[in-house]
C-alpha cells in the first residue's frame, strides 16, 4: 500500500510502498481511499508524546 511516512522528529515527509498490515484480534482491516494529514502532525513531527514512535505512517483522517 501506498503510505505517507516520517522517519524521524521533524524530518520530511516521504511516499512510500509498504506491506499492508494484519489485523489483530478485534481490529478490522479497511480499504482507504484517501487520508489527511492534520494538525496532529506537527505534534508527531516534534515527537510530543510518550508514544510517538520512528518511522511512521502518518494521517489518521480517512474517506472511502
Avoid: C, N
Avoid at 516520517?6 to 524530518?11: H, Q, T, W
Avoid at 481511499?33 to 508524546?49: D, F, M, P, W
Amino acid at each position: 500500500m501506498r503510505a505517507m511516512l516520517l522517519d524521524e522528529p521533524g524530518g520530511p515527509l516521504r511516499s512510500a510502498e509498504v506491506d499492508i498490515p494484519s489485523p489483530g484480534p478485534g481490529e478490522a482491516l479497511l480499504k482507504v481511499r484517501s487520508a489527511g494529514v492534520g494538525l496532529t502532525l506537527a505534534h508527531i513531527r516534534e515527537a510530543r508524546g510518550p508514544r510517538v514512535k520512528f518511522p511512521r505512517i502518518i494521517g489518521h483522517e480517512i474517506a472511502g
